[in-house]
């Protein structure tokens, strides 16, 4: 008998080519080093989706972002907080004999969780200062540029997304590859 399992009763951070998962530790060099990621959220059953910087805080377990106080994100995590949160590198493009052969080389981790507007300004603070960290790692505060004020911190909103469940996966081929 062939029962085909229904994926939508899968969990969200199953991966079905398992030979592709990732394991903790790889996830969180990953999200260290990943340049930017897109959030989804949900308003209405209408999914939206925005690009950020963003940094991975692991001593929290919990990624931050930054963005305006208005706005439709601002909105939809005040309204809903549950997010989906991906960020992902392309590799080499991978030519096949055949057209559903053809694809490409890949990572990416996937996060699931519960993302706030951080009113603590102290966390606000911790946030900000994180995400200049890891994008502008030569320039040090009070010496390069005024460190975030209290003023700044109450018209940005810094995100943060606790993390609940995690995914990542790559796909690699050998080297020679033809093509």
Same mark, same amino acid.
């Given at each position: 008998m062939?029962m085909?399992?229904?994926?939508?009763?899968?969990?969200?951070?199953? &991966?079905?080519r398992?030979?592709?998962?990732? @394991?903790?530790a790889?996830?969180?060099?990953? #999200? *260290?080093? +990943?340049?930017? /990621?897109?959030?989804?959220?949900?308003?209405?059953?209408?999914?939206f &989706?925005?690009?950020?910087?963003?940094?991975y @805080?692991?001593?929290?377990?919990?990624?931050? #972002? *930054?963005? +305006?106080?208005? /706005?439709?994100?601002?909105?939809?995590?005040?309204?809903?907080?549950?997010?989906?949160?991906?960020a992902?590198?392309?590799?080499?493009?991978?030519?096949?004999?055949?057209?559903m052969?053809f694809?490409?080389?890949?990572?990416?981790?996937?996060v699931?969780?519960?993302?706030?507007?951080?009113?603590d300004?102290?966390?606000?603070?911790?946030?900000?200062?994180?995400?200049?960290d890891?994008?502008?790692?030569?320039?040090?505060?009070?010496?390069?540029?005024?460190?975030?004020?209290?003023?700044?911190?109450?018209?940005?909103?810094?995100?943060?997304i606790?993390i609940?469940?995690?995914?990542?996966?790559?796909?690699?081929?050998?080297?020679?590859?033809?093509?």
């Open positions: 062939n085909k399992r229904d994926e939508a009763l899968q969990p969200f951070n199953k &991966i079905r398992a030979e592709r998962a990732k @394991d903790d790889w996830i969180r060099a990953f #999200l *260290h080093r +990943a340049p930017f /990621g897109s959030m989804a959220t949900v308003h209405d059953e209408q999914p &989706i925005v690009t950020r910087n963003f940094v @805080d692991q001593a929290v377990h919990a990624i931050y #972002l *930054h963005g +305006a106080v208005k /706005g439709r994100t601002y909105a939809n995590v005040q309204a809903n907080g549950r997010v989906c949160f991906s992902s590198e392309m590799g080499r493009l991978l030519p096949a004999k055949r057209a052969n694809g490409v080389e890949y990572s990416g981790v996937v699931f969780g519960r993302a706030k507007v951080v009113t300004i102290a966390e606000a603070r911790h946030g900000m200062q994180l995400l200049l890891k994008y502008f790692p030569h320039l040090q505060p009070g010496e390069d540029y005024e460190p975030a004020t209290d003023s700044d911190l109450r018209n940005t909103a810094v995100y943060r606790d609940e469940s995690w995914s990542g996966k790559e796909k690699q081929v050998e080297a020679d590859i033809p093509g």
